[in-house]
């Protein structure tokens, strides 16, 4: 006896490498995941809003969190700001963003990029959704 | 670059609607429906516990 409980949520006529693309685009670049599967409205909006977050948290001189400090809650931002991928990349080379929030605002910023990482995950994983077809387009 | 305290809240909110919609919605329309409920909660709630500090305060 067979049940359809277990079938493959793969939509027909996708490539099977494409849930797995779509994650890590969309993780390395904001709204990639989305563009890669021709959803451009969708991947524009979710680019600029993420990018923008990012750049403003950058703007009000918010702070980049580096791995190994030793402290929980700067383990927790961490993982939040690598969230942003390459941004994130790109800003520990370009060595952009204030090791110490030194004005009231800052911390503004530093949660801005925070969010904007953690925000461009749930994009990520919405754009591997679309391509398993696990999620209606 | 500086901005208000509710100038933040207003970028904060609109960016993180417009992912919120985007994401947890399937249909345009009703992804821009949750998007506008998701930004007036943001600002509203923002609104509403500053008054709750302002009268705790007073």
């Known amino acids: 006896m067979t049940t359809n409980v277990q079938a493959p949520a793969q939509v027909a006529g996708k490539s099977s490498s494409m849930p797995a693309m779509a994650l890590i685009a969309g993780w390395l670049i904001p709204g990639a995941g989305h563009l890669l599967q021709r959803k451009w409205i969708r991947g524009g909006l979710l680019m600029v809003s993420i990018v923008a977050m990012f750049t403003i948290g950058l703007a009000l001189k918010g702070k980049i969190y580096s791995p190994n400090t030793g402290d929980l809650l700067d383990i927790l931002n961490f993982a939040g700001d690598l969230g942003n991928g390459l941004l994130y990349v790109l800003a520990r080379i370009f060595d952009l963003g204030q090791v110490t929030v030194q004005v009231a605002t800052a911390d503004y910023g530093t949660k801005f990029m925070v969010v904007a990482g953690l925000l461009n995950i749930i994009s990520a994983v919405d754009a591997h959704s679309l391509a398993t077809g696990r999620k209606r387009s | ?58």
């Open chain 2, 1 to 58: 670059m500086t901005i208000s305290h509710f100038g933040a809240v207003l970028l904060f909110a609109l960016f993180t609607s417009v992912v919120f919609g985007i994401t947890q919605r399937s249909e345009p329309r009703t992804m821009i429906r949750f998007g506008a409920f998701c930004f007036v909660l943001f600002v509203g709630g923002t609104i509403a516990a500053s008054w709750i500090m302002w009268l705790i305060k007073h």
